[in-house]
């Protein structure tokens, strides 16, 4: 059984960072590509970052430069590092793999304040 489950998310004030884990069982993160979501009620989910299983690692625009994703397959645990965070960084942030179908984890809730 594959499951997903973030930690990590908080207040913190603009400028602020905030490190999100996601900790993986039922699969190995060293074979599977990995993403982060957040979303805002009412708007489309967005994809903040996309890390192959090679390691190769894509991020939105919108958070290029402050957000850093990370992996330890020691601990089937992905990272997300988010540093200078800005009010328009508040959502709630998801892991999600896919293997067979989409995977994904309950979501934890960053909120930044100005």
């Known amino acids: 059984q594959v499951q997903l489950v973030e930690s990590g998310g908080g207040l913190v004030q603009a400028g602020g960072s905030l490190r999100l884990s996601c900790a993986v069982s039922g699969i190995l993160i060293s074979a599977n590509a990995m993403d982060w979501f957040r979303q805002v009620p009412g708007k489309q989910r967005e994809l903040v970052a996309h890390?192959?299983?090679?390691?190769?690692?894509d991020y939105a625009n919108s958070v290029k430069g402050r957000f850093t994703v990370s992996r330890d397959n020691a601990k089937n645990t992905v990272f997300l590092q988010m540093n200078n965070l800005i009010p328009s960084d508040t959502a709630v942030y998801y892991c999600?793999?896919?293997?067979?179908?989409?995977?994904w984890g309950q979501g934890t809730q960053v909120t930044v304040s100005s």
């Open positions: 890390m192959t299983s090679g390691g190769r690692i």
């Open positions: 999600t793999t896919r293997w067979g179908r989409d995977y």
